[in-house]
């Protein structure tokens, strides 16, 4: 049932994502003709609408990253605790399919609507300078380069892969956490029977708070035992021992904060909740 779920939802989403990414793709191209152009130009009139299409492009991919946070949270309120709340809840599925099915395809759309705005940024700058692309290509070092170079400092190729397993999952707890902090917050809100909306805020902000507090103890703690690390390091291994080390426990410290906050969404949309 869950992959139906994810249908729709992508369905729901996609409507409104992909014309929205379309339109970075065209801001972009039209963007790098209006920087070439106001270069060659004297008039005033093309000069101002080249700025503007420049200026247009910025405000588009600031623009499709708030609207996908927007939707994620929008998606949750309107489908989960609104009107449709009530024929949602009486599908033949769990809370636990619902709440993964929200968070499965905000954590895509997230994905998604970075790598087209990194692309479009990398694309524009490489035409801007000029840079071929061969060329640069070209200038990678390949992987038996890369396997000396490691071999040289003590390493193998697999703490390469470890710290890209790392980074990748940090990213994806860390999209995680974002979605449940708002999730948990509004479950919490709708607990009650009135003024849903300001109490999901304030939920947000002790939210806030109380996992500020936490992340704040925590960094102290690892700052401290850095200390301690940092002047016992004499070769590049364990330089790169301790660096996955600090992500590693970034991580623990993401889960927890997840956890706890997916749990409290669980519970309010499966015991607390008040559609009314």
């Not at 304030?202 to 992340?215: D, E, K, P």
Request: glycine share 10%; with cysteine; aromatic share 10%.
């Amino acid at each position: 049932m869950l992959g139906k779920l994810l249908k729709h939802e992508f369905r729901a989403t996609g409507r409104l994502m992909l014309p929205a990414l379309g339109a970075v793709l065209v801001l972009a191209v039209l963007a790098n003709f209006s920087i070439r152009f106001i270069q060659v130009t004297d008039s005033t009139f093309l000069t101002i609408l080249f700025g503007l299409v420049i200026g247009a492009f910025g405000i588009g991919m600031i623009a499709a990253a708030v609207m996908t946070l927007v939707l994620m949270i929008l998606r949750f309120y309107r489908n989960l605790l609104r009107d449709e709340g009530y024929l949602m809840h009486t599908l033949p599925v769990s809370v636990h399919e619902l709440v993964w099915s929200k968070l499965i395809v905000s954590l895509v759309w997230f994905a998604v609507t970075g790598l087209v705005i990194c692309l479009v940024v990398i694309l524009t700058a490489l035409i801007q300078t000029g840079t071929d692309l061969g060329e640069l290509f070209a200038g990678f070092p390949s992987w038996a380069e890369i396997r000396d170079f490691l071999h040289e400092a003590g390493l193998s190729g697999g703490d390469l892969w470890l710290m890209g397993g790392e980074m990748l999952l940090a990213a994806i707890l860390s999209g995680l956490v974002t979605c449940l902090h708002f999730y948990a917050a509004m479950s919490l809100g709708h607990i009650f029977s009135k003024d849903k909306v300001l109490m999901s805020i304030l939920f947000f902000v002790g939210l806030s708070i109380v996992f500020s507090i936490f992340q704040t103890g925590a960094s102290l703690t690892m700052s401290t035992q850095m200390e301690n690390l940092v002047e016992g390091i004499d070769t590049a291994r364990q330089g790169v021992r301790l660096v996955q080390g600090l992500f590693a426990r970034g991580l623990v410290s993401e889960l927890i904060q997840a956890v706890v906050l997916y749990l409290i969404t669980a519970f309010g949309l499966q015991k607390k909740l008040n559609l009314a």
